[in-house]
Protein backbone atom coordinates (compact mmCIF):
# COMPACT_ATOMS: atom_id res chain seq x y z
CA UNK A 1 0.00 0.00 0.00
CA UNK A 2 1.26 3.41 -0.90
CA UNK A 3 1.54 5.30 3.20
CA UNK A 4 1.77 9.21 3.08
CA UNK A 5 3.67 10.17 6.43
CA UNK A 6 2.39 13.37 7.58
CA UNK A 7 4.03 15.62 10.48
CA UNK A 8 2.00 18.17 12.48
CA UNK A 9 4.85 19.43 15.21
CA UNK A 10 1.70 21.14 16.71
CA UNK A 11 1.74 21.95 20.46
CA UNK A 12 -0.46 25.18 20.88
CA UNK A 13 -3.91 22.73 21.02
CA UNK A 14 -2.29 21.46 24.32
CA UNK A 15 -0.53 24.45 25.31
CA UNK A 16 2.92 22.37 26.48
CA UNK A 17 5.94 21.83 25.12
CA UNK A 18 7.06 18.58 23.67
CA UNK A 19 4.53 17.30 21.41
CA UNK A 20 6.19 19.09 19.09
CA UNK A 21 9.16 17.18 18.65
CA UNK A 22 7.78 13.59 18.70
CA UNK A 23 7.10 13.64 14.56
CA UNK A 24 11.13 14.35 13.69
CA UNK A 25 11.77 11.87 16.97
CA UNK A 26 10.29 9.25 15.52
CA UNK A 27 12.06 9.81 12.09
CA UNK A 28 15.19 9.36 13.86
CA UNK A 29 14.53 6.33 15.64
CA UNK A 30 13.32 4.29 11.97
CA UNK A 31 9.83 5.17 11.63
CA UNK A 32 10.78 5.44 7.79
CA UNK A 33 11.98 1.82 7.38
CA UNK A 34 10.10 0.40 9.78
CA UNK A 35 6.74 1.23 7.41
CA UNK A 36 8.92 -0.09 4.51
CA UNK A 37 9.84 -3.23 6.06
CA UNK A 38 5.95 -4.15 5.72
CA UNK A 39 6.15 -3.94 1.80
CA UNK A 40 4.86 -0.35 1.52
CA UNK A 41 5.61 2.25 -0.66
CA UNK A 42 6.46 4.83 2.39
CA UNK A 43 6.27 8.53 1.31
CA UNK A 44 7.48 10.81 4.05
CA UNK A 45 5.52 14.36 3.22
CA UNK A 46 8.16 16.11 6.08
CA UNK A 47 6.25 18.56 8.60
CA UNK A 48 3.04 21.37 8.49
CA UNK A 49 4.37 24.62 8.86
CA UNK A 50 3.41 25.58 12.21
CA UNK A 51 3.81 29.71 12.34
CA UNK A 52 5.62 30.91 15.10
CA UNK A 53 3.65 32.82 17.81
CA UNK A 54 4.25 34.50 20.63
CA UNK A 55 2.03 34.40 24.16
CA UNK A 56 0.58 37.93 23.77
CA UNK A 57 -1.41 35.85 20.74
CA UNK A 58 -2.80 32.94 23.13
CA UNK A 59 -6.86 35.00 23.47
CA UNK A 60 -7.26 36.91 20.08
CA UNK A 61 -10.88 38.77 20.22
CA UNK A 62 -11.80 38.36 23.72
CA UNK A 63 -11.97 34.01 22.91
CA UNK A 64 -11.41 31.40 25.30
CA UNK A 65 -10.03 29.10 22.86
CA UNK A 66 -6.13 29.45 22.92
CA UNK A 67 -4.56 29.87 19.87
CA UNK A 68 -7.22 29.47 17.80
CA UNK A 69 -5.98 31.09 14.49
CA UNK A 70 -3.27 29.24 14.28
CA UNK A 71 -4.29 26.23 15.09
CA UNK A 72 -7.35 26.76 12.42
CA UNK A 73 -5.03 27.52 9.80
CA UNK A 74 -2.56 24.38 10.65
CA UNK A 75 -5.75 22.22 10.28
CA UNK A 76 -6.61 23.59 6.74
CA UNK A 77 -3.69 22.67 5.78
CA UNK A 78 -3.66 19.13 7.04
CA UNK A 79 -7.42 18.66 5.53
CA UNK A 80 -6.05 19.32 2.82
CA UNK A 81 -2.77 17.08 2.75
CA UNK A 82 -5.04 13.81 3.90
CA UNK A 83 -7.73 14.45 1.19
CA UNK A 84 -4.88 14.76 -1.17
CA UNK A 85 -3.77 11.72 -0.19
CA UNK A 86 -6.77 9.33 -0.12
CA UNK A 87 -7.67 10.96 -3.79
CA UNK A 88 -4.00 9.62 -4.83
CA UNK A 89 -5.29 6.31 -3.49
CA UNK A 90 -2.87 6.44 -0.48
CA UNK A 91 -2.95 6.05 3.27
CA UNK A 92 -2.55 8.75 5.40
CA UNK A 93 -0.31 8.38 8.37
CA UNK A 94 -0.68 11.56 10.27
CA UNK A 95 2.18 12.02 13.80
CA UNK A 96 1.75 14.62 15.72
CA UNK A 97 1.94 16.79 17.93
CA UNK A 98 -1.40 17.76 19.98
CA UNK A 99 -4.90 16.04 19.31
CA UNK A 100 -6.21 19.48 18.13
CA UNK A 101 -5.17 17.73 14.44
CA UNK A 102 -7.26 14.92 14.55
CA UNK A 103 -10.17 17.95 13.03
CA UNK A 104 -7.98 18.55 10.01
CA UNK A 105 -7.53 14.85 9.24
CA UNK A 106 -10.58 14.14 10.15
CA UNK A 107 -12.03 16.66 8.12
CA UNK A 108 -10.01 15.86 5.19
CA UNK A 109 -11.03 12.49 5.37
CA UNK A 110 -14.96 14.14 5.53
CA UNK A 111 -14.14 16.14 1.70
CA UNK A 112 -13.69 12.17 0.76
CA UNK A 113 -16.41 10.60 1.85
CA UNK A 114 -20.08 11.14 2.89
CA UNK A 115 -20.34 8.21 5.04
CA UNK A 116 -17.89 7.98 7.34
CA UNK A 117 -17.54 6.68 10.77
CA UNK A 118 -14.15 7.73 13.53
CA UNK A 119 -12.83 5.92 16.19
CA UNK A 120 -11.47 7.93 19.26
CA UNK A 121 -8.77 5.63 21.04
CA UNK A 122 -8.48 8.12 24.07
CA UNK A 123 -8.34 8.53 27.80
CA UNK A 124 -10.36 11.59 26.86
CA UNK A 125 -13.59 12.48 25.19
CA UNK A 126 -12.00 15.51 23.34
CA UNK A 127 -15.47 16.55 22.72
CA UNK A 128 -15.64 19.71 24.69
CA UNK A 129 -16.55 23.36 23.28
CA UNK A 130 -15.68 26.98 23.62
CA UNK A 131 -18.32 27.23 26.75
CA UNK A 132 -17.96 23.62 28.27
CA UNK A 133 -13.57 23.70 28.34
CA UNK A 134 -12.23 24.12 31.81
CA UNK A 135 -8.54 24.60 30.42
CA UNK A 136 -9.70 26.73 26.42
CA UNK A 137 -6.90 23.98 24.88
CA UNK A 138 -8.49 23.26 21.45
CA UNK A 139 -6.96 19.40 22.01
CA UNK A 140 -9.96 18.60 24.10
CA UNK A 141 -12.52 19.89 21.45
CA UNK A 142 -11.88 18.49 18.31
CA UNK A 143 -14.24 15.10 17.79
CA UNK A 144 -17.06 17.96 18.78
CA UNK A 145 -16.21 20.02 15.87
CA UNK A 146 -16.28 17.34 13.63
CA UNK A 147 -19.27 16.57 14.35
CA UNK A 148 -20.73 20.01 13.68
CA UNK A 149 -20.99 21.08 17.82
CA UNK A 150 -19.11 23.96 18.96
CA UNK A 151 -17.21 27.48 17.94
CA UNK A 152 -17.83 28.22 14.40
CA UNK A 153 -14.07 28.81 13.82
CA UNK A 154 -13.55 25.18 14.60
CA UNK A 155 -16.75 23.62 13.06
CA UNK A 156 -15.80 25.48 9.39
CA UNK A 157 -12.06 23.99 9.59
CA UNK A 158 -12.07 22.91 6.00
CA UNK A 159 -15.71 23.46 5.13
CA UNK A 160 -17.77 22.94 3.36
CA UNK A 161 -17.48 18.60 3.92
CA UNK A 162 -18.68 16.08 5.26
CA UNK A 163 -20.00 16.09 8.85
CA UNK A 164 -19.63 12.84 11.04
CA UNK A 165 -22.93 11.85 12.23
CA UNK A 166 -23.13 11.56 16.13
CA UNK A 167 -23.89 7.91 15.67
CA UNK A 168 -20.91 7.10 13.80
CA UNK A 169 -18.53 8.32 16.31
CA UNK A 170 -16.92 5.53 19.09
CA UNK A 171 -15.26 6.02 21.81
CA UNK A 172 -12.85 4.14 23.49
CA UNK A 173 -10.56 3.68 26.24
CA UNK A 174 -12.55 6.98 28.13
CA UNK A 175 -11.72 7.49 32.06
CA UNK A 176 -11.55 10.99 32.11
CA UNK A 177 -14.74 13.34 31.04
CA UNK A 178 -15.03 17.22 32.10
CA UNK A 179 -19.10 18.09 32.90
CA UNK A 180 -19.87 19.55 29.61
CA UNK A 181 -18.48 16.45 27.74
CA UNK A 182 -21.01 13.92 29.38
CA UNK A 183 -24.01 16.27 28.53
CA UNK A 184 -22.97 16.09 25.06
CA UNK A 185 -22.76 12.24 25.54
CA UNK A 186 -26.49 12.10 26.61
CA UNK A 187 -27.72 14.56 24.11
CA UNK A 188 -26.32 13.16 21.34
CA UNK A 189 -26.57 9.41 22.37
CA UNK A 190 -22.71 8.49 21.18
CA UNK A 191 -21.28 5.47 21.66
CA UNK A 192 -18.83 5.53 24.42
CA UNK A 193 -16.87 2.40 25.52
CA UNK A 194 -15.59 3.12 28.60
CA UNK A 195 -12.77 1.86 30.53
CA UNK A 196 -15.05 0.25 33.07
CA UNK A 197 -16.83 -1.42 29.94
CA UNK A 198 -13.61 -2.71 28.88
CA UNK A 199 -13.03 -4.41 32.28
CA UNK A 200 -16.12 -5.44 32.60
CA UNK A 201 -16.88 -6.86 28.75
CA UNK A 202 -13.39 -7.30 27.56
CA UNK A 203 -11.75 -5.25 24.64
CA UNK A 204 -12.63 -8.06 22.32
CA UNK A 205 -16.54 -7.45 22.82
CA UNK A 206 -16.18 -4.36 22.24
CA UNK A 207 -14.14 -4.25 18.85
CA UNK A 208 -16.91 -6.27 17.96
CA UNK A 209 -19.63 -4.07 19.02
CA UNK A 210 -17.86 -1.42 16.62
CA UNK A 211 -17.74 -3.69 14.15
CA UNK A 212 -21.64 -4.85 14.01
CA UNK A 213 -22.37 -1.28 14.32
CA UNK A 214 -20.36 -0.17 11.27
CA UNK A 215 -21.34 -3.06 9.21
CA UNK A 216 -25.68 -2.19 10.26
CA UNK A 217 -25.12 1.28 9.24
CA UNK A 218 -23.10 0.31 6.53
CA UNK A 219 -20.12 2.67 7.35
CA UNK A 220 -17.29 2.02 4.54
CA UNK A 221 -14.68 4.66 5.55
CA UNK A 222 -13.81 4.93 9.23
CA UNK A 223 -11.09 7.39 10.67
CA UNK A 224 -8.97 5.94 13.57
CA UNK A 225 -7.58 8.62 15.72
CA UNK A 226 -5.56 6.88 18.60
CA UNK A 227 -4.18 9.45 21.46
CA UNK A 228 -1.14 7.76 23.32
CA UNK A 229 -2.93 8.88 26.82
CA UNK A 230 -5.10 5.87 25.70
CA UNK A 231 -2.99 3.27 27.19
CA UNK A 232 -2.03 2.85 30.91
CA UNK A 233 0.50 5.68 31.85
CA UNK A 234 2.57 2.80 34.00
CA UNK A 235 3.67 1.94 29.80
CA UNK A 236 3.00 5.33 28.29
CA UNK A 237 4.41 7.87 30.96
CA UNK A 238 5.27 10.76 27.42
CA UNK A 239 2.42 12.23 27.08
CA UNK A 240 0.61 15.55 28.76
CA UNK A 241 -2.45 14.57 30.03
CA UNK A 242 -1.81 11.22 31.85
CA UNK A 243 -5.05 9.35 33.33
CA UNK A 244 -4.35 6.50 35.24
CA UNK A 245 -6.07 2.43 34.34
CA UNK A 246 -5.76 2.85 31.27
CA UNK A 247 -5.27 -0.01 28.41
CA UNK A 248 -2.40 -2.57 28.60
CA UNK A 249 -0.59 -2.43 25.24
CA UNK A 250 -1.87 -6.35 24.34
CA UNK A 251 -5.45 -4.95 24.75
CA UNK A 252 -4.86 -2.14 22.41
CA UNK A 253 -3.44 -4.57 20.00
CA UNK A 254 -6.09 -6.87 20.25
CA UNK A 255 -8.21 -3.65 19.40
CA UNK A 256 -6.37 -2.32 16.75
CA UNK A 257 -6.10 -5.72 15.24
CA UNK A 258 -9.99 -6.21 15.39
CA UNK A 259 -10.66 -2.95 14.02
CA UNK A 260 -7.84 -3.02 11.15
CA UNK A 261 -9.36 -6.33 10.18
CA UNK A 262 -12.54 -4.41 8.90
CA UNK A 263 -10.50 -3.04 6.10
CA UNK A 264 -12.67 -0.15 6.76
CA UNK A 265 -9.59 2.52 8.18
CA UNK A 266 -9.06 4.76 5.50
CA UNK A 267 -6.42 7.15 7.87
CA UNK A 268 -4.63 6.90 11.00
CA UNK A 269 -3.67 9.85 13.40
CA UNK A 270 -1.19 8.97 16.12
CA UNK A 271 -0.77 11.93 18.75
CA UNK A 272 0.19 13.44 21.81
CA UNK A 273 3.72 11.32 22.22
CA UNK A 274 5.31 13.48 24.10
CA UNK A 275 9.30 12.52 24.25
CA UNK A 276 10.34 15.29 27.42
CA UNK A 277 7.82 13.70 29.66
CA UNK A 278 9.22 10.39 28.38
CA UNK A 279 11.68 8.27 30.99
CA UNK A 280 14.46 6.14 28.66
CA UNK A 281 12.26 6.77 25.30
CA UNK A 282 9.47 4.05 27.03
CA UNK A 283 6.60 5.76 24.95
CA UNK A 284 8.51 6.28 21.67
CA UNK A 285 9.39 2.71 21.60
CA UNK A 286 5.74 2.10 22.72
CA UNK A 287 5.05 4.63 19.76
CA UNK A 288 7.35 2.58 16.95
CA UNK A 289 5.66 -0.71 17.87
CA UNK A 290 2.55 0.45 17.51
CA UNK A 291 2.89 1.74 14.23
CA UNK A 292 4.87 -1.17 13.27
CA UNK A 293 2.33 -3.51 14.82
CA UNK A 294 -0.36 -1.65 12.64
CA UNK A 295 1.22 -0.96 9.19
CA UNK A 296 2.04 -5.12 9.38
CA UNK A 297 -1.39 -5.24 9.34
CA UNK A 298 -2.34 -2.52 6.09
N1 LIG B 1 -10.72 17.34 28.95
C1 LIG B 1 -9.54 18.11 29.14
C2 LIG B 1 -9.66 19.45 28.41
O1 LIG B 1 -10.55 19.61 27.61
C3 LIG B 1 -8.31 17.35 28.68
C4 LIG B 1 -8.25 17.06 27.21
C5 LIG B 1 -7.08 16.20 26.85
N2 LIG B 1 -7.05 15.92 25.46
C6 LIG B 1 -6.06 15.27 24.84
N3 LIG B 1 -6.16 15.18 23.52
N4 LIG B 1 -5.07 14.74 25.48
O2 LIG B 1 -8.86 20.32 28.63
MN1 LIG C 1 -7.05 13.17 22.70
MN1 LIG D 1 -6.25 12.12 25.59
MN1 LIG E 1 7.56 -5.35 11.72
Known amino acids: MKINVIGVPLNLGCDRKGVEKAPNYLR ?69 GDHSLGLGSASGVGKCYDD ?10 DINTGETSPSGNIHGMP ?81 FSIDVDSIDPSYAPGTGTRVPEGLIPSEFEEFVSHILS ?12 NPELDSDDKTTNLCLSVIDYITSRL
Open 28 to 96: ERGLMSLIRSHGHKAFDLGNLYVPPVTEEEKYLKGSRLKYLDVIVEVNNNLAELVYDTLRGGAFPLVIG
Open 116 to 125: FGIIWLDAHG
Open 143 to 223: LSALMGLGSEELVNVYSPGNKVLPQNVFLVGTRSLDEGECALIEEQHLSVYTMDTIRDKGIAFVAEDIKNKLRERKIRNVH
Open 262 to 273: TNLIKSLDLVEL
